[in-house]
């Protein structure tokens, strides 16, 4: 595969999307600190899931998306996160896409399962620095730039409109009716947190549907879910707790009949 040709791939354009967010989000934060943190987790993401396809013989070792998994760790977690925190993050994320598996295909978002555990064990903070959580409001033009870039390469616009519709009209429901305390989702790091999560975390191909009435549906729970969940209990967790839930969905969907997979194989063929 050239450059040119794995740029263009899904996983590509991904990576230079974050690396562009990466880029512009250290820039304004004027430290390196964020960078370091992302070349950790990246080089313990790499490592980690080689060491896992070497064990599981797989020849073919290609760790973009544990490039992609540590980005987005890095990304997320607070830029005064200890080394080793990152480290564990990382390391979970990754031996999740192994062991968390149903007939040898991952079920939940590694990021997503990493950054919960994490919060759990350590009660680690997120400032979504990488996406430009504490930085002035019209830095999001960016991050909206690389969302569309994103979501039109891997197909998921239905998903997407999905989630944040559902997502921002039941936090405004809930505000009306004065139901639990919704003003601070509509501020920063909350709703960058949300554009990011839904760019780049629901969207993940391994774990989301690729059908537009399923995504529509996946994109439906995850909101419901974690708006749910932030509005009885607040807290950091509520996005990733509704993905998981989504994740859940999506490998207990209906699968097609062995006739309607060979009417499909068949119908193929003679085009």
């Avoid at 354009?13 to 880029?23: C, D, E, H, P, Q």
């Avoid at 062991?99 to 295909?105: A, S």
Wanted: aromatic share 14%.
């Amino acid at each position: 595969m050239t450059i040119k040709q794995w740029i263009k791939s899904p996983k590509g354009y991904v990576i230079l999307s974050l690396m562009i967010l990466l880029l512009i989000a250290t820039i304004d934060y004027q430290t390196s600190r964020g960078v370091i943190n992302c070349l950790i987790a990246v080089f313990v993401a790499t490592i980690t899931d080689i060491f896992c396809l070497l064990i599981l013989k797989r020849k073919n070792i290609k760790p973009y998306g544990a490039v992609i998994t540590g980005m987005i760790v890095a990304m997320i977690l607070s830029i005064t996160t200890a080394w080793y925190v990152i480290v564990f993050t990382t390391i979970i994320s990754i031996l999740s896409k192994y062991i968390i598996v149903f007939k040898r295909k991952q079920i939940v978002n590694p990021a997503v399962f990493g950054l919960l555990m994490s919060i759990i064990l350590f009660h680690t903070e997120q400032s979504w620095w990488g996406a430009f959580g504490d930085l002035q409001g019209w830095t999001n033009i960016f991050l909206l730039i690389a969302g569309y870039m994103v979501v039109s390469r891997v197909n998921k616009f239905p998903m997407v409109f999905s989630f944040l519709g559902t997502y921002f009209i039941l936090l405004i429901l809930t505000n009306l009716f004065h139901i639990g305390d919704a003003s601070d989702a509509f501020r920063s790091p909350f709703i960058n947190a949300s554009l990011f999560f839904a760019f780049f975390m629901l969207t993940d191909p391994p774990t989301s549907p690729a059908k537009d009435k399923q995504q529509v549906i996946f994109g439906f729970i995850c909101a419901l879910v974690g708006v749910t969940i932030y509005t009885l209990f607040g807290g950091l967790t509520y996005l990733f707790t509704g993905l998981i839930v989504g994740n859940l969905f999506n490998l207990l969907k209906p699968k097609p009949s062995i006739q309607k997979v060979k009417q499909r194989n068949q119908t193929f063929h003679k085009v």
